[in-house]
Structures are given as structure tokens and as C-alpha cells.
């Protein structure tokens, strides 16, 4: 079976290729990935059953939640920015370019489009990752050194 780093590996592959389809089978297991818009999606490893070796069924539990009709629901809330900065690719989040510095921005700080904002490390490469617009921070959703996958969302801006 494929570790987690090697699944990341093929994500950040298949996703600068051409490649619009891939599955890889091995040891009773597969892993299929397909773009659809531009976009790597990773199927959930499937247990592929060998005349040796039966797969065992798997349940998964049942999770069930009681609803308080006493209290009334919240509103949403006001939407406070205008764009999202994502991650272009599976990796790990720095908010510093080093331990010992500070973080490239921080909530409320103003940003220009080329401003670097983190550092996404893909592969012991560290990638740069800059703005795109205008505006101020209003909100960071990852915490420094947490892993980030392709296309979630970093920081939220408030574009001018």
C-alpha cells in the first residue's frame, strides 16, 4: 500500500501533467485520480480482493446527532471578504520564510498582488505563494506548519 507521502507525491504529479486519468494498483489496493476542471481528485483507496486473499466487508458507523429545536438557528455570517488565497498544490504551510522570522503577513496587514504571503513546501521544494490581489488580510485559516491540499484556502482578503 502507498504511504501518505507517496500519495501526495502523485497528487502534485498528476496535477502538472497532462495526464487527465490515473490509477495505480498493488498489493490489494487502488488508487484512481481523475481531473475534472483542471483539478486533481483522488478516489478513496479501494481494497481489490485477490483468489488467495478475500477483503474483508467494512462498515462504517453510524453517527447520529440530536437536533435542540429549543434554541433558534444562528444567521450566517456577513461574508467580510472578496477572495480567497488557495494553496496551488498539496504541501506543507509556513508563515515565515524561517523559524527565527516573522510571519510574511498577519490579520489586518495591507497586501499588493506580488506581496509573498506563505511558503507552500512541495517535495523539499519551497514554493513562494503571493497574493494575486490587492487589499488587507481579514482572516488566516492555517495554522504555520500544517499540511494544505490543492485549492484550499489559505487567507481570505478584503480586496480595495
Known amino acids: 500500500m502507498l504511504n501518505i507521502q507517496e500519495i501526495r507525491e502523485l497528487v502534485s504529479l498528476i496535477d502538472q501533467s497532462s495526464i487527465n486519468e490515473f490509477t495505480y494498483e498493488t498489493s490489494g489496493a487502488k ?10 481528485v ?24 440530536a437536533v435542540n429545536t429549543e434554541t433558534a438557528p444562528e444567521a450566517p455570517a456577513a461574508k ?24 510574511f503577513v498577519q490579520t489586518g496587514d495591507k497586501v499588493k498582488s506580488d506581496s509573498v504571503v506563505c511558503i507552500v ?16 488580510i481579514v482572516e488566516i485559516l492555517v495554522g504555520n506548519g500544517e499540511l494544505v491540499e490543492y485549492g484550499q484556502p489559505l487567507f481570505r482578503v478584503k480586496t480595495v
Not at 488508487?31 to 486533481?40: F, L, P, R, S
Not at 483522488?42 to 446527532?65: C, D, G, I, N, W
Not at 513546501?121 to 490587492?134: C, P, Q, R, T, W
Request: hydrophobic letters at 30%; zero cysteines; proline letters at 9%.
Open 31 to 40: 488508487v484512481t485520480m481523475k481531473k475534472q476542471n483542471g483539478e486533481v
Open 42 to 65: 483522488t478516489a478513496r483507496p479501494v481494497a481489490v480482493s485477490t483468489p488467495q486473499q478475500p477483503v474483508a466487508k467494512t462498515e462504517e458507523p453510524v453517527v447520529q446527532t
Open 80 to 103: 467580510d471578504y472578496d477572495h480567497e488565497i488557495v494553496s496551488p498544490m498539496v504541501g506543507t504551510f509556513y508563515s515565515s520564510p524561517s523559524p527565527d522570522k516573522e510571519a
Open 121 to 136: 513546501e512541495a517535495m523539499k521544494l519551497f514554493n513562494e505563494i503571493e497574493a494575486d490581489v490587492s487589499g488587507e
